[in-house]
């Protein structure tokens, strides 16, 4: 971690840690993209993160693209 002062507090750093996330999930949709030679218009989530509003804000935001949520995040644990 870089950057960090006395001022950074427990919300900066999962602030950070959500952009993390949202960066690294746009850089695989963007080779996806690439290699598919497609834009994508949507991106479906699911699993714990996806129940972050924030997250998916952030992810909506990066992509450009409508972030699709199922009523129930937790889809592929149920084996969807």
């Given at each position: 971690l870089?950057?960090?002062t006395r001022g950074t507090t427990a919300a900066h750093l999962a602030?950070?840690?959500?952009?993390?996330i949202a960066f690294q999930?746009?850089?695989v949709v963007r080779a996806m993209e690439k290699d598919a030679r497609r834009r994508i218009t949507e991106v479906r989530v699911d699993g714990g993160a996806a129940a972050s509003d924030l997250l998916m804000q952030i992810q909506?935001?990066?992509l450009g693209v409508r972030v699709e949520r199922p009523r129930n995040?937790?889809?592929?644990?149920?084996g969807a």
């Open positions: 870089l950057g960090l602030r950070a840690t959500l952009e993390g999930v746009a850089d909506a935001d990066l995040v937790e889809t592929t644990a149920v």
